[in-house]
């Protein structure tokens, strides 16, 4: 009896894990066809300064409309990774965005853009090159660009990083470093690091982190950026009491749903246009009623 239970166990986790990595394989295959039949698209995320309403610019974020809909990109991206299928698709989105950049300079709006980079793309030997392609293509000024690199891999990839952010540095290309705080930054190497602003990551904003630890942790990286002369950023920010701690703590650039979700280029333009009214709206120096 017991020896039969076994066997049905084991014979039920080796089905799940031939489930799983059928879903992956088929994954794989999806993800490998979706560029070429432009299934991606990019979606666009304000940054702003809520006190002065100053529009800072604006994160792009890939989005996958797969065979069997949407797929976010904590799924996607890794198996990207894993396959190799980043250095085209990272390319792609680099090309995209710097387009829609430069739309936005021929409107009117001269906005940087913020791409994401994945390690891959950052350690590859053409990466320099690509980004300098890029630019080339779209027309846009490389002041218009800034590309998000996490804390992660600055670390891991420390051969990499001097001349990667010494070049982008030297073409007029600005960096974050992302998810700041989650990682294990040394403070030598950040110290040394040509890079121009931290992006405070969002769970230290995240209501269970809430309280008196979480606060002294941003004052923390405030001040870090102070220290270092780099621009800081908090990501993730959804209520406006957020905001007035932000505000509170030294922070003004800010990004989150409170502002907007990120949006196609044709909301986005939309929402620029609402902004100076919504904007307006903002209580920033009402007592917070926590
Ligand atoms: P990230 O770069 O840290 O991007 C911020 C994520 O937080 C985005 O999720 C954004 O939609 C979400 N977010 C923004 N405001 C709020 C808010 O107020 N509340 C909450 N709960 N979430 C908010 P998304 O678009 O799902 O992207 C997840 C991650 O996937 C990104 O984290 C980034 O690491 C990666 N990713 C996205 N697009 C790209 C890309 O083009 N290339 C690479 N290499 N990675 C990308
Ligand atoms: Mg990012
Ligand atoms: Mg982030
Ligand atoms: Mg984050």
Redesign the pocket.
């Given at each position: 009896r017991a020896k039969a239970d076994g066997r049905n166990r084991h014979h039920f986790y080796s089905r799940a894990l031939h489930d799983e990595n059928q879903r992956q394989q088929q994954l794989r295959h999806d993800l490998r066809a979706a560029l070429d039949a432009g299934q991606f698209h990019l979606v666009y995320?304000p940054k702003v300064n809520p006190q002065s309403g100053e529009v800072l610019g604006a994160?792009?974020?890939?989005r996958w409309n797969g065979p069997h809909g949407p797929v976010?990109?904590?799924t996607f991206?890794p198996v990207a990774e894993d396959t190799g299928l980043?250095l085209p698709l990272?390319r792609w989105?680099l090309r995209e965005a710097c387009q829609q950049a430069q739309r936005w300079v021929t409107a009117g709006h001269a906005l940087p853009v913020s791409?994401?980079?994945?390690a891959a793309q950052f350690t590859d030997p053409t990466f320099l090159d690509t980004v300098q392609e890029e630019l080339r293509r779209s027309g846009l000024g490389a002041h218009l660009l800034e590309l998000?690199v996490t804390e992660t891999i600055l670390m891991r990839h420390v051969e990499h990083v001097q001349r990667n952010l010494e070049a982008l540095r030297a073409l007029g290309v600005q960096v974050s470093i992302?998810?700041f705080g989650t990682g294990y930054s040394s403070l030598s190497y950040l110290h040394a690091f040509p890079v121009n602003t931290l992006k405070i990551d969002?769970s230290f904003l995240a209501p269970d982190r809430h309280g008196p630890q979480a606060e002294a942790l941003i004052t923390a990286i405030v001040g870090l950026g102070r220290a270092l002369n780099l621009q800081v950023i908090a990501?993730?920010?959804?209520e406006p009491a957020q905001v007035r701690q932000l505000l509170r703590l030294g922070c003004a650039a800010m990004?989150?749903?409170?502002f907007a979700r990120?949006l196609t280029p044709g909301d986005f333009l939309t929402w620029l246009r609402h902004w100076p009214a919504q904007h307006a709206t903002f209580n920033l120096t009402g007592a917070d009623p926590e």
């Open positions: 995320q994160e792009a974020l890939l976010p990109p904590a991206i980043i990272g989105v791409v994401n980079i994945s998000e992302d998810d969002r990501e993730g920010v959804e990004q989150g749903y409170l990120p």
